[in-house]
T-cell receptor, first 112, second 111 residues
Framework: QQPVQSPQAVILREGEDAVINCSSS?????VHWYRQKHGEAPVFLMI?????EQKGHDKISASFNEKKQQSSLYLTASQLSYSGTYFC?????????????FGKGTHLIIQP | KAGVTQTPRYLIKTRGQQVTLSCSPI?????VSWYQQTPGQGLQFLFE???????NKGNFPGRFSGRQFSNSRSEMNVSTLELGDSALYLC??????????FGEGSRLTVL
């Protein structure tokens, strides 16, 4: 079943923070985050495994709440380059063979 | 290091025809998966290959098929094309489970 992402779209000014949520009705093994700019391929951001860990690099971080089957992506002090569509992909079992089930995406627009 | 290469980038077909799309993964990546991307449904998993074996298949009709060669290159085929098959078809290769490196896709338009 497809995870639900919220919000569907968000417009921010440069320097503002954003949170994108991804919820699943099924127990998850992992949550994956990707960003896709218009006309380009999706680019891998990070993976979170069950266990509630938090990851991050630069000013983008994410958490995974195993009890709620929800992951959140945090973008701090957003930059113009953060604009794009963010997808979460979920795995029920590990190993990668089952493929990722992606949400419909969150469109993020950063304005100067 | 070269990325994932997909050919052709754009193609136009008519209903009833078939199409073959090609994907060359990143050197050393043995896993190749295919996704269909449409505005309405987003990214949907088609199938995944590892060492020439299909490990899993998404919820698509049998008209969608694929294969992987010994050099890890992969092809997908769609037979008896329908208007609804118009989409961006993305190929991704990976070394670690779930860490996908996508190609720029093949945009298929069915008239």
């Amino acid at each position: 079943q497809q995870p639900v992402q919220s919000p569907q779209a968000v417009i921010l000014r440069e320097g503002e923070d954003a949170v994108i949520n991804c919820s699943s009705s099924k127990a998850l093994y992992s949550v994956h985050w990707y960003r896709q700019k218009h006309g380009e391929a999706p680019v891998f951001l990070m993976i979170l495994l069950k266990g509630g860990e938090q990851k991050g690099h630069d000013k983008i971080s994410a958490s995974f709440n195993e009890k709620k089957q929800q992951s959140s992506l945090y973008l701090t002090a957003s930059q113009l380059s953060y604009s794009g569509t963010y997808f979460c992909g979920t795995e029920i079992s590990g190993g990668g063979a089952d493929g990722l089930t992606f949400g419909k995406g969150t469109h993020l627009i950063i304005q100067p | 290091k070269a990325g994932v290469t997909q050919t052709p980038r754009y193609l136009i077909k008519t209903r009833g025809q078939q199409v073959t799309l090609s994907c060359s993964p990143i050197s050393g990546h043995r896993s190749v998966s295919w996704y269909q991307q449409t505005p309405g449904q987003g990214l949907q998993f088609l199938f995944e290959y590892f060492s020439e074996t299909q490990r899993n298949k998404g919820n698509f009709p049998g008209r969608f098929s694929g294969r992987q060669f010994s050099n890890s290159r992969s092809e997908m085929n769609v037979s008896t094309l329908e208007l609804g098959d118009s989409a961006l078809y993305l190929c991704a290769s990976s070394l670690k489970p779930g860490e996908l490196f996508f190609g720029e896709g093949s945009r298929l338009t069915v008239l």
